[in-house]
């Protein structure tokens, strides 16, 4: 069982990663958000790409599933914490970090 701790520290581990207030949520970013956590702690959300969002989804639907609206349709997955173990979040937070660092070294 992961929590809201293992998220954040995960995170920050990663490269260039900086967090930052985001409405409600704190932000991860690397040149652009790769995640949010959510105040309660209790979820998170990350930018997968649709196809990896589907996987985990198919594979682990407690724990997985897109942000309802045209924000899931982009690959934003809803990641319950106390549903997934820690050695799968940090797979999960590395590729979303991955993206958004190869989109910001694109630029």
């Known amino acids: 069982m992961a929590s809201s701790d293992d998220f954040r520290r995960i995170a920050?581990?990663?490269e260039g990663t900086r967090e930052a207030p985001h409405f409600d949520r704190s932000a991860f970013k690397v040149a652009r958000i790769y995640a949010t956590l959510a105040a309660d702690g209790l979820t998170a959300n990350v930018k997968?790409?649709?196809?990896?969002?589907?996987?985990?989804?198919m594979m682990a639907?407690?724990?997985f599933a897109p942000v309802p609206?045209?924000?899931g349709?982009?690959?934003w997955?809803?990641?319950l914490l106390e549903s997934i173990d820690v050695p799968e979040l940090r797979d999960t937070l590395e590729t979303?970090?991955?993206h958004a660092?190869?989109?910001s070294r694109a630029r």
Do not use: D, H, V, Y
Request: proline share 6%.
């Open 61 to 63: 639907p407690q724990a």
């Open 12 to 14: 920050m581990s990663l």
């Open 48 to 57: 997968l790409a649709p196809e990896e969002q589907a996987f985990k989804s």
């Open 69 to 71: 609206n045209a924000w």
């Open 101 to 103: 660092a190869k989109a």
């Open 96 to 98: 979303a970090w991955r």
């Open 73 to 75: 349709r982009q690959g």
């Open 77 to 79: 997955t809803t990641i």
